[in-house]
């Protein structure tokens, strides 16, 4: 019994991790309405890619999340080759540390522009975890992904490749756990709500 259950376990994990591959963010061809491009740092040319979607207007505001405290605006500009709407409207977030961090970042950035739809660039195998992250934090907020290609990864082929899979396991075991947690957040908020309705109804 034990042992068909880990099978079960492992054949289910499995299973889910083929699907979690498959079914990686495309690049959207509509990036009508967007109010803000907030991209992740990191390897890759997700800045190059969210530089430019800006500069060709897309977006009210782009937000860097994630920026190494030594860099400087001017810097990232001339990394990124950014124009004149880099100057004006590209913000620099210094707090972030981790996924969670670039959403909680974003979510106070978007609070204060009053956004109601951001454009999350960041490394393909990234995205889903990203995402999960972003709308556990701003579940009101209307979210679209902007997958980049990663440079350093081959995801073609992935299933032969063992750095490829070495890291898209990585991200889907992050993946889950990210899920597991907005969920159990979710049944707390819902608990926490019930209880203060049962209070309300008491008192009343």
Request: charged residues 25%; contains cysteine.
């Amino acid at each position: 019994m034990l042992r068909r259950t880990i099978i079960f376990v492992v054949g289910l994990y499995v299973l889910g991790f083929v699907i979690f591959v498959t079914r990686l963010p495309k690049t959207p061809s509509d990036l009508r309405h967007i109010d803000g491009i907030v991209a992740l740092t990191g390897g890759d040319t997700r800045l190059d890619a969210a530089v430019t979607l800006f500069e060709k207007g897309v977006g009210k505001r782009l937000l860097i999340s994630g920026v190494n405290p030594q860099t400087t605006k001017a810097e990232l500009k001339k990394l990124a080759h950014g124009g004149h709407r880099f100057d004006c409207c590209a913000d620099l977030g210094y707090a972030a540390e981790n996924t969670h961090g670039n959403a909680q970042e974003a979510a106070s950035w978007a609070r204060f522009y009053h956004f109601r739809k951001l454009l999350i660039v960041t490394a393909r195998y990234h995205m889903p975890r990203s995402l999960a992250e972003f709308r556990a934090t701003m579940p009101g907020m209307k979210i679209a992904a902007y997958p980049v290609e990663p440079e350093s990864i081959n995801l073609e082929g992935w299933w032969h490749n063992p750095r490829a899979l070495f890291v898209l396991h990585a991200e889907y075991a992050k993946y889950l756990a990210v899920s597991a947690l907005s969920v159990v957040d979710r049944e707390m908020r819902a608990l926490d709500r019930s209880a203060r309705r049962g209070e309300s109804a008491s008192a009343s």
